[in-house]
């Protein structure tokens, strides 16, 4: 079976810090490596594609990384709208498998 | 601008089943695929599977063939999820999704990823 394994599960840390979150793949995906925020009762909403393409309206401290197996996603200085769940999806296959999410909280 | 509007919320008894429908505007229904998405309380994101709006074509999760049946009605540009056999956790929010980049022709989106979302839609399984 296809596995995203996402770290860590969640994650506390404060206002300014470096967070690293990294998701790896049971198989080589190429680029294939979406990221998405959710935050509680709403739908997700995509910030990453192709690993690394972020759209427009994703601040700039947000980054992702990574292609093969290993990806990650950094914010680079955290602020509390940060505070969410955030998930890999691998696609461009079934099944587009997610992975396990990590929540962010704010110190 | 793109909308994915979704039914209301549902409460089933296990064994029965749910239909849960998917708006579609903004756009010209058949150029994406609809994906489904669910989400248990308190749990991750769990895909479900994918119609082609244009011929029709399905895709479904291994975990859920067999139960599911996706369907679509172009004339009223809205995609359908039906679960069947409802069991206790099958008792999740329900999303539908599409992807909104280029396509040159006939039905983009396949294998996503999903740029838009509708709202959800709650299934809750209980007797």
């Known amino acids: 079976d296809f596995q995203m394994i996402q770290s860590p599960s969640s994650l506390s840390a404060s206002v300014g810090d470096r967070v690293t979150i990294t998701c790896r793949a049971s198989?080589?995906?190429?680029?294939?490596l979406a990221w998405y925020e959710q935050t509680p009762g709403r739908a997700p909403r995509i910030l990453i594609y192709?690993?690394?393409i972020s759209h427009s309206y994703v601040p700039s401290r947000f980054a992702g990384s990574g292609s093969g197996t290993d990806f990650t996603l950094t914010i680079s200085s955290l602020k509390p709208e940060d505070a969410a769940t955030y998930y890999c999806q691998r696609y461009s296959g079934a099944p587009l498998t997610f992975g396990g999410g990590t929540k962010v909280e704010i110190k | 601008q793109v909308h994915l509007v979704q039914s209301g919320a549902e409460v089933k008894a296990p064994g029965a089943s749910v239909k849960v429908s998917c708006k579609a505007s903004g756009y010209n229904f058949p150029t994406y695929a609809i994906h489904w998405v669910r989400q248990a309380p308190g749990q991750g994101l769990d895909w479900v599977g994918w119609i082609n709006t244009g011929n029709g074509d399905t895709r479904y999760s291994q975990r859920l063939q067999g139960r599911i049946i996706l369907t679509r009605d172009t004339s009223a540009s809205t995609a359908y999820m039906e679960l069947s056999s409802l069991r206790s956790d099958d008792t999740a929010v329900y999303y539908c999704a599409i992807w909104g980049g280029y396509c040159a022709s006939g039905t983009c989106g396949t294998g996503g990823p999903f740029d838009y979302w509708g709202q959800g839609t709650l299934v809750t399984v209980s007797s």
């Open positions: 192709g690993a690394s």
């Open positions: 198989q080589d995906i190429a680029n294939n």
